[in-house]
C-alpha cells in the first residue's frame, strides 16, 4: 500500500495534513514531505498531522515528524499529532519523542488545542 498525503488549509495559517499508508522511506514519503514542505512556505504555522489511517512508521517516518516540528517551531508556530495508533504511540515512547510532540485522540481535539 503506497502513502497518500492530503492538506487541508484552514484559516489562521493552519492545515491539516492528512495521512494514509505506511510513512515509511520511499517515494511516496518524499512526495509528501515535498507537499508539507510548500504548505510551509506559503505561510502555515499551525499543522496538524492526523495519523489516524497510519498502521506503520519506521525511522524515516519519524524523522520526518520531528522535523516538521523543528521547521514550524522555527517559525514560533505549533505542531500537534492526532490520531495516533498504539504501534505507533510505542514508537514515539521507545524514541521519547512523546515528550515533545503534542498528541491528541481527535483532529477537533487538536484544533481545539491551537486555539
Do not use: W
Not at 514519503?29 to 499551525?46: C, F, L, N, Y
Not at 496538524?48 to 516538521?68: H, P, Q, T, W
Amino acid at each position: 500500500m503506497l502513502l497518500t498525503t492530503t492538506i487541508e488549509n484552514l484559516p489562521g495559517q493552519t492545515a491539516v495534513v492528512s495521512f494514509s499508508g505506511p510513512l515509511t522511506i520511499g517515494t511516496s514519503m518524499k512526495m509528501a514531505d515535498s507537499q508539507v514542505q510548500s504548505a510551509i512556505s506559503e505561510g502555515v504555522t499551525r499543522m496538524i498531522f492526523d495519523l489516524s489511517n497510519v498502521d506503520y512508521m519506521d525511522s524515516a517516518g519519524l524523522g520526518m515528524l520531528v522535523y516538521f516540528y523543528g521547521a514550524i517551531n522555527q517559525k514560533s508556530g505549533a505542531f500537534r499529532l492526532c490520531g495516533v495508533k498504539p504501534r505507533i504511540l510505542d514508537l514515539l515512547k521507545i524514541t521519547h519523542t512523546d515528550t515533545f510532540l503534542s498528541m491528541d485522540a481527535t483532529r477537533e481535539e487538536s484544533l481545539a488545542a491551537l486555539d
